[in-house]
């Protein structure tokens, strides 16, 4: 089969451009190759970077939450403390204020009795006043009445009698005698009756006086005694205060127990993301080790075509020294 | 942070491509030698295209193998890439929220402590009074025997 000679060498002039083409995107290929292999193992790289920041994360996080849990193991024995200071507080408060509610009951019952005593003293004194008063009065009566009988002596014995034979002889008094006689035993009994009753009055003054001082220092003693009593009642209240400060850091701190379990938690599934996340990147790592490796042999194989480069330069040189014959009359042709 | 998944399964890509290029290349020209031995049709022309088919096809096998290893090994890589910035996305995410539980246990336990201080503070107070008041009432002594 005769072909135009310009055909067929043009023919083969195209099939050393495409040996030569081929060869040159191998190459090229195997260069793209080199840099997919170095990217690989840069991206695993960073990636493995990024696992081992992951992992410092976890530890940080880790690390907080057990810090947080040994700050609660504190606060919370300071809350046990504070409990039972409250409680003490309350116990003590409560003594204190029935101690001081028992004295002001003593206090009163004390000050009822005294007030009952002065009183049965006052009425025993108005008594014997009045007892001395009513001597008193007899005894001024019995005086009058003496004066009286003394006054009818008198006039009695200076009276003149005279006998039947004319001689002047002493009145017959006798019986105003006996009046004075019986008047002065009466001023004597009510002298002594009154001295008697004012003695007796002296003396129940002197109780009512003395009833009455016991009643003052008991009715003294009786406020203060509420006083103390009203002082305890609020002391008592505010040691409620106490326990109830006591009991919202008990709500609060389980409230931060509750923060650190979550916290421990969720730092124990960091952990575990973080061991994870280096698991694989350590494969990944791995992997990507062997992609330069791969680049190399590919870029061996492609080197191998240094043989085939040059005959297909070969072969375009000859062509174009046919095409020149052609081009040349007497020259040698296919 | 880099998106090492879609990097590697970038790189599988150019792999896979640069295989089918190869591949398509290498065919193209095989074609290209098949016209030149039908046209030319000589031993000559055998002899220049077995000279130049041999080689390639030799290469070409390995060359295809360790592009296609080379791209399956990168798509397995993708799923390790994705598991391990999957692990890493949630260390970063949940770190924050380890740190907000932190915050706020940190902020109960200073309430704890601030009402632990004034537990503390009042009942101290109230033993003091309570002892005060104890001598108070043992100041006022035991009322009269009063009859």
Redesign the interface.
């Known amino acids: 089969?005769a072909?135009d000679p310009r055909?067929?060498v043009g023919?083969?002039e195209?099939?050393g451009r495409?040996?030569l083409?081929?060869t040159t995107?191998?190459e090229s290929?195997a260069a793209?190759?080199r840099a997919?292999?170095t990217?690989?193992l840069d991206?695993?790289t960073?990636?493995h970077r990024?696992?081992r920041i992951?992992e410092q994360?976890?530890n940080?996080?880790a690390q907080?939450?057990r810090?947080?849990a040994n700050?609660?193991d504190v606060?919370e024995n300071?809350?046990r403390?504070?409990?039972a200071?409250?409680h003490?507080?309350?116990n003590?408060?409560q003594?204190?204020?029935r101690?001081?509610d028992q004295?002001a009951r003593?206090?009163q019952?004390?000050y009822d009795?005294?007030r009952a005593?002065y009183q049965r003293a006052v009425a025993a004194f108005n008594h014997a006043r009045s007892e001395w008063e009513a001597a008193l009065s007899n005894l001024g009566s019995a005086r009058l009445s003496l004066d009286s009988a003394l006054s009818a002596l008198r006039t009695c014995q200076g009276r003149i009698v005279k006998d039947q034979n004319g001689r002047q002889v002493q009145p017959n008094c006798t019986g105003e005698q006996s009046a004075v006689s019986s008047a002065q035993n009466q001023v004597r009994h009510y002298e002594a009756l009154e001295a008697q009753t004012q003695m007796q009055m002296q003396a129940a003054e002197a109780e009512r006086n003395r009833r009455e001082a016991?009643m003052n220092?008991?009715q003294s003693?009786l406020q203060?005694?509420n006083t103390?009593a009203a002082?305890?009642g609020t002391?008592a209240e505010?040691?409620n205060?106490?326990?109830n400060?006591?009991q919202?850091?008990r709500v609060?701190?389980e409230?931060?127990k509750d923060?650190?379990r979550?916290?421990i938690k969720?730092?124990a599934?960091?952990t575990e993301?973080?061991e994870?996340?280096n698991q694989?990147?350590a494969?990944?790592m791995q992997?990507?080790s062997?992609?330069p490796q791969?680049?190399i042999?590919?870029t061996d194989?492609?080197h191998?075509?240094t043989?085939?480069r040059a005959?297909?330069q070969a072969?375009l040189t000859e062509l174009e020294n046919r095409l020149r014959a052609f081009d040349n009359p007497g020259g040698v042709g296919l | 942070m880099i998106n090492a998944a879609h990097e590697f399964d970038r790189l599988a890509n150019v792999f896979e491509d640069n295989r089918a290029i190869a591949m398509h290349r290498t065919r193209a020209t095989h074609l290209n030698f098949e016209d030149v031995v039908h046209l030319w049709g000589d031993s000559r022309a055998r002899d220049f295209s077995a000279a130049n088919l041999t080689p390639m096809g030799e290469l070409m096998p390995p060359f295809n193998r360790e592009m296609a290893e080379a791209a399956n090994r990168l798509r397995q890589l993708v799923g390790e890439a994705e598991l391990t910035e999957g692990a890493i996305r949630r260390v970063a995410s949940e770190r924050d929220a380890v740190s907000e539980a932190v915050r706020d246990g940190e902020s109960e336990l200073s309430n704890a402590r601030f009402y632990c201080s004034e537990a503390r503070e009042i009942a101290a107070s109230v033993r003091t009074r309570s002892q005060q008041i104890a001598g108070a009432v043992a100041a006022l002594g035991s009322p009269p025997a009063i009859s």
Request: proline share 0%.
């Open positions: 089969m072909h055909v067929v023919i083969l195209d099939a495409v040996i083409r081929w995107e191998m290929l793209e190759a997919s292999g990217r690989a991206t695993a960073e990636t990024q696992a992951a994360w976890a940080e996080a907080l939450a810090d947080l700050a609660v606060v300071d809350v403390s504070a409990e200071e409250a003490s507080a309350v003590e408060a003594n204190a204020a101690e001081a004295a003593n206090w019952a004390a009795t005294a005593a016991e220092t008991c003693k203060a005694a103390i002082d305890a002391n505010r040691s205060d106490a326990v400060s006591a919202r850091s609060v701190i409230d931060a923060a650190s979550t916290a969720m730092a599934e960091l993301f973080a994870t996340a694989h990147a494969i990944l992997g990507a062997e992609m791969r680049a042999r590919i194989l492609s191998q075509q043989d085939l005959r297909a072969l």
